[in-house]
């Protein structure tokens, strides 16, 4: 029977030596690029609640209209 864990010894071999060809970003990379997506998810976070609150509104105004404006 074969033994279990030298597939996983094997495979965290293999892991580790992918890992160390992989190009790392510098700090100032990271940095940027963390800018940019805390900067993309901000806007788009503003443009979900403008697109939020316009829908709301006109659907409210659509709801006033059908039921004859009374409210």
């Known amino acids: 029977m074969k033994n279990?864990?030298?597939s996983v010894r094997i495979f965290?071999?293999?892991m580790v030596?992918?890992?160390k060809?992989?190009?790392w970003p510098t700090r100032a990379e990271l940095i940027q690029?963390?800018?940019?997506?805390?900067?993309?998810?901000l806007l788009l976070g503003l443009?979900?609640?403008?697109?939020d609150f316009s829908l709301y509104q006109v659907v409210?105004?659509?709801t006033k209209l059908v039921s004859g404006g009374a409210g």
């Open 4 to 6: 279990p864990f030298s």
């Open 12 to 14: 965290v071999i293999e």
């Open 17 to 19: 030596d992918e890992l």
């Open 21 to 23: 060809k992989c190009t």
């Open 33 to 41: 690029s963390t800018g940019v997506v805390i900067f993309a998810s």
């Open 47 to 51: 443009f979900t609640s403008i697109s």
């Open 60 to 62: 409210a105004l659509f």
